[in-house]
């Protein structure tokens, strides 16, 4: 007998529901959100189970890394296509989730999800907590740029490392001011000195990757985006072709075609946004900062010439993301090819 799980996983419990080929319910329950209370519920029927299937959430990597290790056949499923599927169901409750999802593995009408390995859960997490730090930071310093302007001060340009040095300067003669700001000068301080130990550590981890030695070989790719984009593909091996990459990262135009009409939108922006922003920012710097030139950069600055500087750089944006996938299958480094200066260059 071939059996279907559907499993709804809330922060404390999860709804379980158990399916045979014909649609009839075996069991539905409860259990608590851990795998050894989940399995346990599942064990009287190991033997027939045939497929578990986990919609997309913060616990569904953990769980499925559990449920996968215990011998089962764990799927995680795609988020916005489970919903729809679930949304034709007049009363929404985990239990009816739950089933749902089990209704969806029995007719094959679901889209599994790639689940990240943990080396990549763990790249993800040093970059999402660098970037949480550094927007924390950057907030501060704004907030004490606005508290001393309503007063008349002006930080104006200054770097980073003189910052601090800038607002004391500003508020020695306004010990009134300092007893505000002085308290988020130190919290920015102390942001300051931990996203310095994030950035070693980012900076150490991409010097002794491989992949992350290829992807830096690219001008304008440093270490934090080398991470990012390992960190999101994972595993090369699950694009058939490297052009499929930007669409799964959100840099693909979107498209609607209907009767006669037939247009193409901005980007869909549907993929992971930190990878994102992070090829735009080193396709930005391809253009306009790095001095050595390479095919790739000659044909995004003619490129700027005719559609703009903006078009330009998610077009190079988009041309690194195949880029990268293909000398991560190739192993070669990054070939700059032929180009030259293009005259008049904007």
């Not at 851990?34 to 769980?63: F, Q, T």
């Not at 002085?182 to 991409?206: H, I």
């Given at each position: 007998?071939?059996?279907?799980?559907?499993?709804?996983?809330?922060?404390?419990?999860?709804?379980?529901?158990?399916?045979?080929?014909?649609?009839?319910?075996?069991?539905?329950?409860?259990?608590?959100?851990?795998?050894?209370?989940?399995?346990?519920?599942?064990?009287?029927?190991?033997?027939?189970?045939?497929?578990?299937?986990?919609?997309?959430?913060?616990?569904?990597?953990?769980?499925?890394?559990?449920?996968?290790?215990?011998?089962?056949?764990?799927?995680?499923?795609?988020?916005?296509?489970?919903?729809?599927?679930?949304?034709?169901?007049?009363?929404?409750?985990?239990?009816?989730?739950?089933?749902?999802?089990?209704?969806?593995?029995?007719?094959?009408?679901?889209?599994?999800?790639?689940?990240?390995?943990?080396?990549?859960?763990?790249?993800?997490?040093?970059?999402?907590?660098?970037?949480?730090?550094?927007?924390?930071?950057?907030?501060?310093?704004?907030?004490?740029?606005?508290?001393?302007?309503?007063?008349?001060?002006?930080?104006?340009?200054?770097?980073?490392?003189?910052?601090?040095e800038r607002v004391m300067v500003l508020c020695e003669d306004?010990?009134?001011?300092?007893?505000?700001?002085?308290?988020?000068?130190?919290?920015?301080?102390?942001?300051?000195?931990?996203?310095?130990?994030?950035?070693?550590?980012?900076?150490?981890?991409?010097?002794?990757?491989?992949?992350?030695?290829?992807?830096?070989?690219?001008?304008?790719?440093?270490?934090?985006?080398?991470?990012?984009?390992?960190?999101?593909?994972?595993?090369?091996?699950?694009?058939?072709?490297?052009?499929?990459?930007?669409?799964?990262?959100?840099?693909?135009?979107?498209?609607?075609?209907?009767?006669?009409?037939?247009?193409?939108?901005?980007?869909?922006?549907?993929?992971?946004?930190?990878?994102?922003?992070?090829?735009?920012?080193?396709?930005?710097?391809?253009?306009?900062?790095?001095?050595?030139?390479?095919?790739?950069?000659?044909?995004?600055?003619?490129?700027?010439?005719?559609?703009?500087?903006?078009?330009?750089?998610?077009?190079?944006?988009?041309?690194?993301?195949?880029?990268?996938?293909?000398?991560?299958?190739?192993?070669?480094?990054?070939?700059?090819?032929?180009?030259?200066?293009?005259?008049?260059?904007?």
């Open positions: 007998m071939s059996l279907f799980v559907g499993l709804d996983i809330s922060l404390k419990k999860t709804s379980i529901c158990i399916l045979d080929a014909q649609g009839v319910s075996i069991f539905q329950g409860t259990a608590l959100s851990e795998p050894a209370a989940i399995m346990e519920k599942l064990s009287r029927w190991r033997e027939d189970i045939v497929l578990v299937g986990i919609e997309a959430c913060p616990l569904s990597e953990w769980l499925h890394a559990a449920l996968t290790t215990s011998g089962y056949d764990a799927r995680c499923l795609e988020t916005r296509h489970t919903q729809r599927f679930l949304s034709t169901r007049p009363n929404k409750t985990d239990r009816n989730d739950a089933h749902g999802i089990a209704t969806m593995l029995r007719l094959g009408h679901f889209k599994p999800v790639h689940v990240k390995s943990r080396e990549a859960q763990l790249l993800r997490a040093l970059l999402t907590g660098r970037r949480q730090v550094m927007d924390a930071m950057l907030r501060i310093e704004n907030t004490i740029r606005g508290l001393l302007r309503v007063q008349g001060m002006k930080i104006g340009v200054v770097h980073r490392n003189r910052y601090s306004d010990p009134a001011v300092l007893v505000a700001v002085a308290p988020l000068l130190a919290a920015r301080d102390t942001m300051r000195d931990q996203l310095r130990k994030l950035d070693l550590s980012v900076a150490r981890q991409a010097r002794h990757d491989p992949i992350c030695a290829l992807f830096m070989s690219i001008p304008g790719i440093g270490p934090i985006t080398a991470l990012a984009y390992k960190a999101t593909i994972d595993d090369p091996q699950r694009f058939a072709k490297s052009k499929s990459v930007p669409a799964h990262l959100g840099l693909t135009p979107k498209v609607y075609q209907s009767g006669e009409i037939d247009r193409s939108g901005r980007i869909s922006k549907s993929g992971d946004h930190l990878l994102r922003h992070l090829l735009t920012k080193a396709a930005a710097s391809m253009l306009m900062r790095t001095s050595k030139w390479c095919a790739l950069k000659h044909w995004g600055v003619k490129l700027a010439g005719k559609i703009g500087m903006g078009k330009a750089v998610v077009a190079v944006a988009r041309k690194m993301a195949i880029i990268m996938h293909a000398m991560w299958l190739t192993g070669e480094v990054f070939r700059f090819g032929s180009g030259e200066p293009v005259p008049n260059t904007p």
